[in-house]
C-alpha cells in the first residue's frame, strides 16, 4: 500500500483537517489534526508511524510547523520524530526521549490479534514494530500558550489516561483538542501509567469547561454538553 492511501483524511473547515489510519486495528485508530495557522501550522498527535505522515500534509515548504504530542502513548507519536519542533508535556519528557515501551505501551499493539488490515507503506509487520525516539524540543506545563499568528492554544494539563495528558484550548473561538483525556467511545483508565484517582480530577475539571466544539484522540467531534456528559458519567461510574 503506499502512502497516499495509507491516511485517510477529512477536512473538518477550511483549516483544519482530521487525519487517521483506517487500516490499523480500531484501539489504535487515533485521530491526528493538521491546523493550518497564518505564521505556523499546528500538527496534533501523530499515530502509529507507519507511513509518511509529513509528506500527507498540505504543508507549504518552509513554512514552521510546531508538532505537539498530547500524550506519549503508541497511537499518537509513531510520526512524532519526523518533525523538527517538538512539544509535549513534562511529565513525558524522558519518555519521549527513549520511547519505552512501558510508556508507550508498544508491546500491546505487538501482540494485538489482527492489528492491521493492510500492508503499511513501511513494510513493518507489527511484530517488528518500534517507535523511533522523540526528544521535545520544547516542554510544555499547564497554561503554556501555542500561539499560530491567527490562533493561540492555551495547555491544560489533564493525566489521568497518562501522566503528561495535555488538551489544547482556544480560549477565542472554544476549539478543544482534548487528546485521550476524553473523547467519544469507551475511554481507557486501566493500563500501566493510568490513574482513576488522577483521572476524576481531570473529568471534575472537564465537566465544568467552557468549550464549544471538542476534537478528541479517538472519535468523532462532539460539544460542550456531550462533554460534560461524558465527563459526570465517568466521575458517577468511579462512585463508591
Same mark, same amino acid.
Given at each position: 500500500?503506499?502512502?497516499?492511501?495509507?491516511? +485517510?483524511?477529512?477536512?473538518?473547515?477550511?483549516?483544519? #483537517?482530521?487525519?487517521?489510519?483506517? /487500516? !490499523?486495528? %480500531? $484501539?489504535?485508530?487515533?485521530?491526528?489534526?493538521?491546523?493550518?495557522?497564518?505564521?505556523?501550522?499546528?500538527?496534533?498527535?501523530?499515530?502509529?508511524?507507519l507511513a509518511d505522515l509529513g509528506c500527507a500534509l498540505d504543508i507549504? +515548504?518552509?513554512?514552521?510547523?510546531?508538532?505537539?504530542? #498530547?500524550?506519549?502513548?503508541?497511537? /499518537? !507519536?509513531? %510520526? $512524532?520524530?519526523?518533525?523538527?519542533?517538538?512539544?509535549?508535556?513534562?511529565?513525558?519528557?524522558?519518555?519521549?526521549?527513549?520511547?519505552?515501551?512501558?510508556?508507550?505501551?508498544?508491546?500491546?499493539?505487538?501482540?494485538?490479534?489482527?492489528?492491521?488490515?493492510?500492508?503499511?507503506?513501511?513494510?513493518?509487520?507489527?511484530?517488528?514494530?518500534?517507535? %523511533?525516539?522523540?526528544?521535545?524540543?520544547?516542554?510544555?506545563?499547564?497554561?503554556?500558550?501555542?500561539?499560530?499568528?491567527?490562533?493561540?492554544?492555551?495547555?491544560?494539563?489533564?493525566?489521568?489516561?497518562?501522566?503528561?495528558?495535555?488538551?489544547?484550548?482556544?480560549?477565542?473561538?472554544?476549539?478543544?483538542?482534548?487528546?485521550?483525556?476524553?473523547?467519544?467511545?469507551?475511554?481507557?483508565?486501566?493500563?500501566?501509567?493510568?490513574?482513576?484517582?488522577?483521572?476524576?480530577?481531570?473529568?471534575?475539571?472537564?465537566?465544568?469547561?467552557?468549550?464549544?466544539?471538542?476534537?478528541?484522540?479517538?472519535?468523532?467531534?462532539?460539544?460542550?454538553?456531550?462533554?460534560?456528559?461524558?465527563?459526570?458519567?465517568?466521575?458517577?461510574?468511579?462512585?463508591?
Amino acid at each position: 500500500m503506499n502512502n497516499e492511501n495509507w491516511f +485517510s483524511k477529512e477536512a473538518i473547515s477550511d483549516r483544519l #483537517t482530521r487525519i487517521c489510519e483506517p /487500516h !490499523v486495528h %480500531s $484501539f489504535f485508530r487515533a485521530n491526528m489534526f493538521h491546523v493550518v495557522g497564518k505564521d505556523a501550522d499546528l500538527v496534533i498527535d501523530f499515530g502509529m508511524g507507519l507511513a509518511d505522515l509529513g509528506c500527507a500534509l498540505d504543508i507549504p +515548504s518552509g513554512k514552521p510547523v510546531l508538532a505537539v504530542a #498530547t500524550h506519549v502513548h503508541v497511537d /499518537h !507519536v509513531g %510520526s $512524532f520524530h519526523e518533525f523538527e519542533i517538538r512539544l509535549g508535556h513534562k511529565a513525558e519528557a524522558e519518555a519521549f526521549a527513549l520511547m519505552p515501551d512501558a510508556d508507550t505501551l508498544a508491546d500491546y499493539f505487538r501482540t494485538q490479534p489482527d492489528a492491521l488490515t493492510g500492508v503499511p507503506p513501511t513494510g513493518l509487520t507489527p511484530e517488528a514494530y518500534t517507535i %523511533s525516539t522523540a526528544p521535545l524540543t520544547t516542554i510544555l506545563a499547564e497554561n503554556d500558550f501555542i500561539d499560530i499568528g491567527d490562533a493561540c492554544y492555551t495547555v491544560l494539563h489533564l493525566p489521568g489516561h497518562s501522566p503528561g495528558s495535555i488538551g489544547l484550548l482556544d480560549q477565542r473561538t472554544g476549539e478543544f483538542f482534548s487528546g485521550d483525556a476524553i473523547y467519544e467511545g469507551g475511554l481507557v483508565d486501566d493500563l500501566p501509567g493510568c490513574s482513576i484517582e488522577a483521572y476524576k480530577v481531570t473529568m471534575t475539571r472537564l465537566s465544568e469547561l467552557d468549550v464549544d466544539i471538542v476534537h478528541g484522540g479517538h472519535g468523532v467531534m462532539f460539544g460542550k454538553d456531550r462533554l460534560h456528559e461524558i465527563a459526570v458519567r465517568y466521575l458517577a461510574s468511579k462512585e463508591g
